[in-house]
């Protein structure tokens, strides 16, 4: 019973990073219509800031989730900008090669400067934790979690009652009439490109806590970004949030079916994905 | 060889174990064949970390540059596939990466490996767990699906046995999950007096982690890979003090070597021809002695025949600062024991086998709140 609640904890707390991992893609995605395959390379680069700020200046880990946030949306904007903004127009499979692209030159850059080591930062509280009982609520993922939720809020307030967010929802619904009540088509894409990678960078930052990074670390986040949009569904920060909770609790629990071992985690968690596929194609919560 | 890709690290550090031996014997003149003196060259090509392309490659360096024999390259994966074109062009391969025995059990007559097999990775903790008090009973283990980890885990399963020990609880992962924190949680609901991890290095600082974040104070904290690497002490920090690991070599070792230099002297050496204040790890060690194998193979067969050569290494049994290395009739070097260390204040020691260590383990590992 004790194990089945500390598994529960921990399915809700894993559900937080995948929200997280998952709600800038998710942005870039309902919007631009660009299946982004560098989002995990800007998480990792994300989380070398996090490291580098950490290893050298001694900066706290969630201090510097604004710098990486910061960071990556310049490097968002530029890149969507300067390069990808040029095969907006394109079949879908253009972006994907193109940001394939992008991945690989982020990846082997970063290869070039960090070298392959895994690194990791671990603060002097990392392992504090609140313990209830038999069950313990580790301190990080537990503020990692909060700041998931908190970014999703932000970014929910940032489209519904901000200018910008009208103008990006306005740019997703018709771009042609967009364009012609005055909106700056390119700025708003590059914008909505940059905000998606910044949500990257605050994910990098806080996956650098609680796990190992290097510079390949980023293609299963990619996926898992992936598959909980597919889950919740496009559209909605609300279907991201369920979808990224949903997965974590499809992962944990798939790791202790009974009978079946976590060997199967991953076949569990993509047969959920299918029978949503079948049942519900546009995810649980889409539009 | 990886020299770039997600095994450069590892690829880079081999190459330097067979760049010290190289200039060694080129300084020696070379290699004696029939009172004769041949002076060595290597040939490296990058496989990029994919071990298709490095069969492509080594299948290039024997037609085009004629290499004579062969040098394994980084990991299981890449030594199995260039165990197929060695087999296939009848050149031996010395290896000292691939610790895989699925490699070994296909009937190949021209690959050796120097380096001790995966199922004795972690053996030597269970011996050493054996000989502390209050000894340790009950084993939780966490493996991820490759061929090496499961070898690893299978071999921890099969020993602990004969030991007085068990299995406790036991999960494979995916290879490269990124979350452990609820099969750490599964373990410690087993409360075992021994964690192991037959894994990676990420997945080996991700469980540690977990562990501390859980709170589990099993008494001895033994990773298979990981540890080893002066990156687990730096992303951890203490943290990673008192957890145990199978190392192939420890610059702490004392051998007593035929030929070549003395533990002390090759980290020295080391230290000097790479500008360095790292101490040489063991992929440097071991690729080293795949080297010392082929050379004293050589010298043994009198000759540069590829044929001979190979028929000298299979009869091949002389000691190196590596420690001994002879092959069994697969081509695995079973007779070289695996050493334990621990990491004790931010530092490698070797712990185990007393005749080789240089301190005794910290046991039993204190529970984390009292660090």
Same mark, same amino acid.
């Given at each position: 019973?004790?194990?089945? /609640?500390?598994? $529960?904890? *921990? %399915?809700? +707390? =894993?559900?937080?990073?995948?929200?997280?991992?998952? &709600? @800038?893609?998710?942005?870039?995605?309902?919007?631009?219509?660009?299946?982004?395959?560098?989002?995990?390379?800007?998480?990792?680069?994300?989380?070398?800031?996090?490291?580098?700020?950490?290893?050298?200046?001694?900066?706290?880990?969630?201090?510097?989730?604004?710098?990486?946030?910061?960071?990556?949306?310049?490097?968002?904007?530029?890149?969507?900008?300067?390069?990808?903004?040029?095969?907006?127009?394109?079949?879908?499979?253009?972006?994907?090669?193109?940001?394939?692209?992008?991945?690989?030159?982020?990846?082997?850059?970063?290869?070039?400067?960090?070298?392959?080591?895994?690194?990791?930062?671990?603060?002097?509280?990392?392992?504090?934790?609140?313990?209830?009982?038999?069950?313990?609520?580790?301190?990080?993922?537990?503020?990692?979690? /909060?700041?998931? $939720?908190? *970014? %999703?809020? +932000? =970014?929910?307030?940032?489209?519904?009652?901000?200018? &910008? @967010?009208?103008?990006?929802?306005?740019?997703?619904?018709?771009?042609?009439?967009?364009?012609?009540?005055?909106?700056?088509?390119?700025?708003?894409?590059?914008?909505?490109?940059?905000?998606?990678?910044?949500?990257?960078?605050?994910?990098?930052?806080?996956?650098?806590?609680?796990?190992?990074?290097?510079?390949?670390?980023?293609?299963?986040?990619?996926?898992?970004?992936?598959?909980?949009?597919?889950?919740?569904?496009?559209?909605?920060?609300?279907?991201?949030?369920?979808?990224?909770?949903?997965?974590?609790?499809?992962?944990?629990?798939?790791?202790?079916?009974?009978?079946?071992?976590?060997?199967?985690?991953?076949?569990?968690?993509?047969?959920?994905?299918?029978?949503?596929?079948?049942?519900?194609?546009?995810?649980?919560?889409?539009? | 060889?990886?020299?770039?890709?997600?095994?450069?690290?590892?690829?880079?550090?081999?190459?330097?174990?067979?760049?010290?031996?190289?200039?060694?014997?080129?300084?020696?003149?070379?290699?004696?064949?029939?009172?004769?003196?041949?002076?060595?060259?290597?040939?490296?090509?990058?496989?990029?970390?994919?071990?298709?392309?490095?069969?492509?490659?080594?299948?290039?360096?024997?037609?085009?540059?004629?290499?004579?024999?062969?040098?394994?390259?980084?990991?299981?994966?890449?030594?199995?596939?260039?165990?197929?074109?060695?087999?296939?062009?009848?050149?031996?391969?010395?290896?000292?990466?691939?610790?895989?025995?699925?490699?070994?059990?296909?009937?190949?007559?021209?690959?050796?490996?120097?380096?001790?097999?995966?199922?004795?990775?972690?053996?030597?903790?269970?011996?050493?767990?054996?000989?502390?008090?209050?000894?340790?009973?009950?084993?939780?283990?966490?493996?991820?699906?490759?061929?090496?980890?499961?070898?690893?885990?299978?071999?921890?399963?099969?020993?602990?046995?004969?030991?007085?020990?068990?299995?406790?609880?036991?999960?494979?992962?995916?290879?490269?999950?990124?979350?452990?924190?609820?099969?750490?949680?599964?373990?410690?609901?087993?409360?075992?007096?021994?964690?192991?991890?037959?894994?990676?290095?990420?997945?080996?600082?991700?469980?540690?982690?977990?562990?501390?974040?859980?709170?589990?104070?099993?008494?001895?904290?033994?990773?298979?890979?990981?540890?080893?690497?002066?990156?687990?002490?730096?992303?951890?920090?203490?943290?990673?003090?008192?957890?145990?690991?199978?190392?192939?070599?420890?610059?702490?070792?004392?051998?007593?070597?035929?030929?070549?230099?003395?533990?002390?002297?090759?980290?020295?050496?080391?230290?000097?021809?790479?500008?360095?204040?790292?101490?040489?790890?063991?992929?440097?060690?071991?690729?080293?002695?795949?080297?010392?194998?082929?050379?004293?193979?050589?010298?043994?067969?009198?000759?540069?025949?590829?044929?001979?050569?190979?028929?000298?290494?299979?009869?091949?049994?002389?000691?190196?600062?590596?420690?001994?290395?002879?092959?069994?009739?697969?081509?695995?070097?079973?007779?070289?024991?695996?050493?334990?260390?621990?990491?004790?204040?931010?530092?490698?020691?070797?712990?185990?086998?007393?005749?080789?260590?240089?301190?005794?383990?910290?046991?039993?590992?204190?529970?984390?709140?009292?660090?």
């Amino acid at each position: 019973m004790s194990l089945l /609640a500390q598994q $529960l904890v *921990l %399915a809700i +707390l =894993l559900g937080g990073v995948y929200v997280a991992v998952a &709600i @800038g893609f998710s942005l870039v995605w309902g919007i631009l219509n660009i299946i982004n395959l560098s989002h995990g390379a800007f998480i990792v680069v994300g989380a070398y800031i996090t490291w580098t700020l950490f290893g050298r200046l001694g900066l706290d880990p969630f201090l510097s989730l604004p710098i990486d946030a910061a960071a990556l949306f310049a490097l968002g904007y530029l890149l969507q900008r300067g390069l990808i903004n040029r095969v907006i127009r394109a079949p879908v499979f253009f972006t994907l090669l193109l940001t394939f692209g992008v991945n690989l030159a982020i990846v082997n850059l970063l290869l070039a400067v960090f070298t392959s080591d895994f690194r990791s930062v671990t603060p002097p509280y990392a392992g504090s934790g609140i313990v209830l009982g038999p069950v313990v609520i580790p301190s990080i993922r537990l503020a990692a979690f /909060a700041i998931a $939720l908190l *970014l %999703a809020a +932000l =970014l929910s307030l940032l489209m519904r009652r901000t200018r &910008i @967010g009208a103008a990006i929802q306005a740019v997703a619904s018709d771009r042609d009439a967009a364009q012609l009540v005055g909106i700056d088509l390119r700025h708003t894409y590059a914008l909505t490109y940059g905000i998606g990678a910044a949500c990257a960078g605050v994910a990098g930052g806080l996956l650098s806590t609680v796990q190992a990074i290097s510079p390949t670390a980023g293609e299963p986040y990619t996926l898992q970004a992936f598959v909980v949009v597919v889950l919740g569904g496009l559209g909605s920060v609300t279907a991201t949030v369920v979808g990224g909770l949903l997965f974590g609790l499809i992962e944990v629990f798939g790791q202790s079916a009974p009978g079946l071992g976590a060997g199967y985690a991953n076949a569990i968690a993509f047969a959920v994905l299918v029978i949503v596929l079948i049942v519900r194609p546009q995810g649980l919560l889409g539009r | 060889m990886s020299l770039t890709g997600s095994t450069s690290n590892e690829g880079n550090l081999s190459k330097q174990g067979y760049d010290m031996w190289l200039s060694w014997i080129n300084d020696q003149g070379g290699i004696t064949v029939g009172g004769v003196k041949h002076k060595v060259q290597i040939k490296y090509e990058d496989d990029q970390s994919k071990p298709d392309l490095s069969a492509q490659l080594m299948q290039k360096l024997i037609t085009e540059e004629k290499a004579q024999f062969i040098l394994g390259p980084y990991g299981s994966p890449a030594t199995a596939s260039d165990a197929v074109i060695a087999e296939k062009n009848q050149i031996p391969m010395v290896e000292a990466n691939g610790a895989a025995q699925a490699i070994f059990n296909k009937g190949y007559k021209y690959t050796f490996g120097v380096l001790s097999p995966a199922n004795k990775y972690l053996t030597g903790v269970i011996d050493m767990a054996a000989t502390l008090s209050p000894k340790p009973t009950t084993i939780a283990m966490l493996s991820a699906d490759d061929n090496f980890s499961v070898e690893v885990a299978q071999g921890v399963a099969d020993y602990a046995a004969t030991k007085g020990m068990k299995v406790a609880f036991d999960q494979k992962y995916p290879n490269g999950s990124t979350d452990v924190s609820s099969l750490v949680a599964q373990a410690k609901a087993a409360n075992p007096d021994i964690l192991m991890n037959s894994g990676h290095l990420a997945e080996a600082i991700a469980i540690n982690k977990a562990a501390k974040d859980l709170g589990v104070n099993a008494k001895i904290l033994a990773y298979s890979v990981g540890p080893s690497t002066p990156q687990f002490i730096k992303a951890l920090g203490k943290d990673a003090d008192y957890v145990y690991d199978g190392s192939q070599w420890t610059p702490q070792v004392k051998y007593t070597p035929a030929f070549y230099l003395g533990e002390a002297d090759y980290v020295k050496a080391y230290k000097t021809m790479f500008k360095t204040q790292d101490d040489p790890d063991y992929h440097v060690a071991e690729s080293t002695a795949a080297c010392l194998a082929l050379q004293k193979a050589i010298e043994n067969a009198g000759s540069l025949d590829a044929q001979k050569v190979r028929d000298a290494l299979a009869k091949l049994d002389v000691t190196t600062f590596f420690g001994q290395i002879k092959f069994d009739s697969r081509g695995l070097n079973i007779y070289k024991p695996m050493v334990v260390e621990q990491i004790q204040n931010g530092q490698h020691h070797t712990v185990f086998p007393q005749d080789v260590a240089d301190t005794k383990p910290q046991y039993p590992t204190p529970p984390w709140a009292q660090r």
